[in-house]
Each structure stands twice: as C-alpha cells, then as structure tokens.
C-alpha cells in the first residue's frame, strides 16, 4: 500500500511535532521501580498497560505472565488494509538501583537540563517510550498504512533469561512479524544489524591441601586453574569465517562507530573475546589451596559458532589433572543482512531525520534482537545513547528520546507502505 509523498510529509511532520512527548512516557515508566533481581515487572507492565491504553484506544492490549512475578505486554494496531507485520520490542526489566546515596538525582526519574534521568532510563525505559509514541503516531494515521504494528514488551531480559520475548514468540502469534526494531540503548548514530554470541563457562580445579611451607606435599588447585585458564585463552586465536557484507559493514562503520563506542571496537566485534569474570579458591596465605574456581564469559563474532567455541574448550581442557567445567549458557552469534530492507530503510530515515548518515554496524552486547532472528524475522537495534547505564545518575539526552521516535515512527511507516 504505496503512501504519496504529500501524506508522508505530514506524517514526518506529526513526528517531528509529537516527538518531545516520548519524555512524559519514559517518565512513567522509570516511576515503576523493575529491577532484575528479583525482577517483578508486574507493576511496570501494568503502567505500560495503563500508557497504552490513554495514548492508543485502538490498540488490542494484552498481558502475558511468563511467571508468577514476570509480567508481559503486547500491543497490536492494525492498518488500513491486511499486510505486513513490523514488530517493536523491548524490555521492561531494568538492573537494580545499587546504593541510593550514589545518586545525586531521583532514580525514580527526573527531568533537568536536557536529560531525563532515573533507574531505566537509557535501559531501556526511553527506547521503550519511542517504541510506544511510534505505535502512537501510527495508529493516528492508520489510513496511511497495511499491515499491524505491534509492540512487545518483555519482562526479564536483562539475565538473558526465557520468560520474556522468547515466551512471547513461543506463545503469541503476533508477537513477531515480517521484521522489529528493537530500541534497546545504543546511539541514534548507529544502527546495529547483529551482535556477538557468547559461552559463559565455570570451571573448578581440585588439588591438595597442605601447609604452605611443604609445597611438596601439596598440589595447588590455583596453580591448576590457572593453566586452564590460559589455556582458554587461547581461543583469541580462532580466525571467524564471517560473510563478507558483515566484515564490510564493521570496517566502514569503524570511524563513526568507534568515535562514539571507544576505540577497538571493530577488533573486539570481529575477534574471540575472553574475559574471566570471577575467581575464588583458597583460604589463607600459608595453605596450599585445595580448590579453586573461575567463571569466564568467552564473546563470539559472526563467523565463530558456538559448536566451534566448544570444541576448542574440550581441546583445551579435557584431561587436564583435577580440571572440571561446564557451560552455564550459550547463545549464537547472530545478524541480520546489512542489506535487508529493514536496516536500509532505518539507515536512511536515520538520515533524513539527524540529517547525516549513522554508522551500520555490529552490536557488542547481546539484546533481544537476536531472539527475533533466530525465529527468522530480521531485526535492527535502534536506540537512545546510554549513560551512566548499570551505575548511579543513568539518563538519556531528550532530544535523543525526540530522534529515535521519529525514526522508529518513519522507518515503520516505510516498511509497511513498501
């Protein structure tokens, strides 16, 4: 269903006009505390409930309990004629406060000098407000578009855990569509088409215990941990075996990408990345330890499966003397095509929009993108940049909130008239 020029014109200006309204939403929605642990998100979703309900009549609502305290939300706009399906997603859990007296602004969100702070904010609470102001606008101007706009709303992401968007895909059936984008925090300058995979592994070594002045009675369970996780870190080496459009689109994106992200990015995008989290083992300093134990998150590019990744760690320790491991969990890498429609058409409302072109790129962290793409719908990452996000004072910038809705709001009303 082809829109003209002159109605998407004013489309474009009813999001430009509309836009600043995504601060009053994100505000709301930062109010209800959700913080993962323990990750109760009945509250949060029943406020994304209430905001949905006010801002779009027309909207079908529906709640989804992945448990007894993980509360999802689905909202569903339908156009003016059967067509397409564009899926906005994001994730109502949040990491916890930490220590109050850290903050020097409310968590609970405030708006001052540009930015909206608060527990949330930038992850993802803002991408979450946009994704809703989208699905606003659209289903204002209903006539313009085929298809549904749905917007999904997860309950526990943040410990990458099943009860959220995968429970939502594995149980509604229009909870993914034809392509999503995802608003999970990021930079209105880069738009991410993929994202690493990973292995967290803990391994334990055992030894034996003795006075630290008769090494020679003893054996060092540290001693042997640590060799094992030397030897894990000789999967660096492996060499990725990525299509070539993703190796393309890192290396372009690097300048833009790198200037906002930190240099090295691109060599951690496209490499093995090892990273030993956690270490524990012994108990004073003139004992030798009997035991030790590590927990280390191995980060996987487009080219390094997780079946590769686990055959190296076998190599690398099986039969080794008092050495035990285990995954903990696993997820692939995975991407959707730089060229796919959804990618180009975000890239250029991006443009259109902050009038410059945003990087296309690779995404370090995982999001719930990957989920959609490994159930076959292509994804893009388009959100507000982050800061301070995890710590004390996390807040976005409100003209970013602005950009990323009428970007999400364009890019959505492109794929559904094209």
């Not at 939502?168 to 229009?174: A, E, K, M, N």
């Not at 995979?197 to 803990?202: K, N, P, V």
């Not at 995954?327 to 959707?336: G, K, M, Q, W």
Request: aromatic content about 4%.
């Amino acid at each position: 269903m082809p829109v003209s020029s002159a109605d998407r014109a004013r489309f474009a200006a009813a999001t430009a006009a509309n836009g600043g309204r995504a601060a009053g939403i994100a505000l709301r929605l930062v109010a209800a505390a959700s913080p993962n642990p323990p990750n109760d998100t009945r509250l949060v979703a029943q406020t994304a409930a209430a905001l949905a309900a006010e801002l779009i009549p027309s909207a079908e609502l529906s709640l989804h309990p992945g448990s007894e305290s993980v509360m999802n939300l689905v909202a569903r706009v339908h156009g003016a004629h059967p067509g397409r399906r564009l899926v906005f997603n994001g994730h109502l859990d949040t990491y916890p406060i930490g220590d109050p007296a850290a903050w020097h602004t409310n968590p609970r969100g405030e708006v001052r000098d540009g930015r909206l702070y608060g527990r949330g904010a930038a992850d993802m609470k803002g991408g979450i407000a946009c994704s809703m102001l989208a699905l606003t606008l659209l289903a204002e101007h209903r006539n313009l578009w085929a298809g549904e706009a749905v917007l999904t709303l997860a309950g526990d992401e943040e410990s990458m855990g099943p009860l959220g968007t995968k429970y939502l895909i594995d149980t509604v059936p229009y909870a993914i569509g034809d392509a999503a984008i995802v608003g999970d925090a990021g930079s209105p300058h880069v738009l991410r088409f993929g994202e690493k995979g990973f292995l967290w592994i803990e391994i334990e070594a055992t030894g034996r215990a003795s006075h630290g002045a008769h090494v020679h009675l003893g054996v060092n369970a540290i001693d042997r941990l640590r060799a094992a996780l030397d030897a894990v870190a000789g999967l660096r080496a492996l060499a990725p075996d990525a299509p070539a459009a993703v190796t393309a689109a890192i290396a372009a994106a690097a300048p833009l990408s790198e200037s906002l992200c930190g240099i090295g990015e691109s060599s951690v995008l496209s490499s093995v990345t090892v990273n030993v989290a956690r270490m524990d083992g012994g108990t004073l300093p003139n004992l030798v330890p009997a035991s030790a134990k590590a927990a280390v998150d191995v980060r996987l590019p487009v080219g390094v499966s997780t079946s590769v990744a686990r055959a190296a760690l076998h190599a690398a320790l099986n039969g080794r003397d008092g050495i035990t491991w285990r995954i903990l969990r696993e997820v692939e890498p995975n991407h959707t095509d730089p060229a796919a429609e959804i990618v180009q058409r975000c890239a250029a409302v991006a443009a259109e929009v902050l009038g410059t072109q945003s990087a296309i790129n690779m995404r370090v962290g995982g999001s719930d993108a990957r989920l959609y793409r490994a159930a076959g719908c292509p994804a893009v990452v388009y959100g507000p940049a982050p800061f301070n996000m995890g710590g004390a004072d996390e807040y976005v910038l409100l003209d970013e909130l602005n950009a990323v809705t009428r970007v999400h709001a364009l890019t959505a009303l492109d794929f559904l008239t094209g």
